[in-house]
């Protein structure tokens, strides 16, 4: 099992930036591929990014390439999410995942989820 727990998100002006955190426990960090994904209301979770257990491959949604970036820290266990310019249509829940393997970017690959955190970008 793998736990994961988003933190970060906020309520931000548009052109503003947030950075999200997806704290991970309870097997070995860098075996699992991390994504990003969000859902606005009434809408289906999409992808945003994704990272390889290495960190040494990234992949990105369109709308948010360029603006975005994943990371991650295989020692404190941690991917984030470094969000700028961002723009009142980046409103929904934010929700990190793992996959065991390399880099996934369809959500049906990944096993395990956190609870979301919700990023909210007024006009």
């Known amino acids: 099992q793998v736990q994961l727990a988003e933190s970060g998100g906020g309520l931000v002006q548009a052109g503003g930036s947030l950075r999200l955190s997806c704290a991970a426990s309870?097997?070995?960090?860098?075996?699992?591929?991390m994504g990003w994904f969000r859902q606005a209301p009434g809408k289906e979770r999409e992808f945003v990014a994704a990272?390889?257990?290495?960190?040494?491959?990234?992949n990105y949604a369109d709308s948010v390439k360029g603006r975005f970036t994943i990371s991650r820290d295989n020692v404190k266990n941690t991917v984030y999410l470094q969000m700028n310019s961002l723009k009142p249509e980046d409103t929904a829940i934010y929700y990190c995942?793992?996959?065991?393997?390399?880099?996934?970017?369809?959500?049906?690959?990944?096993?395990?989820w956190g609870p979301g955190t919700q990023v909210t970008v007024s006009s």
């Open positions: 995942a793992a996959g065991y393997g390399s880099l996934f970017i369809r959500r049906t690959r990944y096993d395990y």
């Open positions: 990272i390889s257990g290495n960190g040494g491959s990234t």
């Open positions: 309870g097997r070995t960090f860098s075996n699992y591929a």
